[in-house]
């Protein structure tokens, strides 16, 4: 049985790169160091696993079907050699993470995966929900982080932190707001929008946000991208991110307007988690990479 995994390191290089110059030149050794781990790996097993071919060599077919598996070992191998470290570490082993569905597109899954890159060995559980189903994981223990749009409450199990802020923009179809008596350069008038359609995120209604609510007439959506998608069919308008419209914009699938003594329009995303749990490093970690 093999049990030197230089070994079975050696014979991966050079089954790889097609010799031992070559997998010398790749890891900077000498290719006599090589040769000698690949004759003692044969000696071990009691088969030839690569024909010389003076510069080169070739698999022969006990190499061929021994690759995959001795790849597969040395992956093991560093999975196990990351897991102790990360134990000597003190690094948590295991983390639930939960994302409100009305900011699943803004970019929050790209600081999960460098987090993952930091703790290679964490077994992390990623769910989604509304804001309100969010927060009960939380409280009832099944999420140990969450990411929801900030609302103006919490309860009082939910600690939490203001991540990022984002600008969002009021988005219609140039068709939609023209049968309105918009032109184009011209605000909306007060007025008007109260008549027109709206699409709402509703899980910030249900949270207790009115103040995103314009209109008499409201279609309910519980993220921004089907909010937009409905605006796009010309229903109504409704307030998305500006990072998740703007190629919209540029494809004039949609018109970004204005409304006449209105406000510019900016949000923000909390972390939250419970308030027992007082030092966690994987939240440490995220509010340095969200900051």
Not at 14 to 36: I, L, N, P
Not at 246 to 258: D, G, P, T, V, Y
Request: proline share 3%; hydrophobic share 40%; aromatic share 8%.
């Amino acid at each position: 049985m093999v049990t030197n995994l230089d070994y079975l390191a050696a014979f991966v290089a050079v089954y790889d790169s097609g010799g031992f110059a070559q997998a010398a030149a790749e890891s900077k050794r000498h290719a006599s160091t090589f040769s000698r781990k690949i004759s003692a790996l044969e000696d071990e097993l009691g088969f030839e696993i690569f024909v010389r071919h003076g510069k080169s060599v070739e698999p022969t077919s006990q190499g061929h079907a021994l690759y995959d598996h001795a790849k597969g070992l040395l992956v093991e191998a560093d999975m196990f050699e990351t897991k102790v470290q990360s134990i000597f570490s003190d690094h948590p082993a295991n983390a639930t993470i939960v994302i409100d569905s009305a900011i699943n597109e803004l970019g929050i899954l790209e600081h999960i995966s460098q987090l993952m890159c930091d703790y290679p060995s964490l077994k992390l559980t990623l769910k989604s929900g509304d804001t309100q189903s969010v927060r009960d994981m939380l409280i009832n223990d099944e999420a140990d982080i969450a990411f929801a749009m900030s609302t103006f409450s919490l309860p009082a199990a939910i600690n939490h932190c203001t991540c990022f802020e984002f600008e969002f923009l009021r988005v219609a179809t140039s068709e939609y707001l023209e049968s309105h008596g918009w032109k184009p350069g011209e605000q909306v008038a007060p007025s008007t929008i109260r008549g027109m359609t709206q699409v709402i995120l509703s899980p910030l209604r249900e949270a207790g946000v009115e103040s995103q609510v314009y209109s008499h007439q409201l279609i309910n959506a519980d993220n921004s991208r089907i909010a937009m998608e409905l605006a796009k069919q010309g229903v109504g308008w409704c307030n998305v991110p500006k990072a998740l419209c703007e190629a919209e914009i540029a494809a004039a699938n949609l018109q970004a307007f204005s409304v006449e003594s209105d406000y510019a329009g900016s949000w923000s995303v909390d972390m939250l988690w419970p308030v027992d749990k007082v030092y966690d490093p994987i939240r440490e970690r995220l509010i340095e990479l969200l900051r």
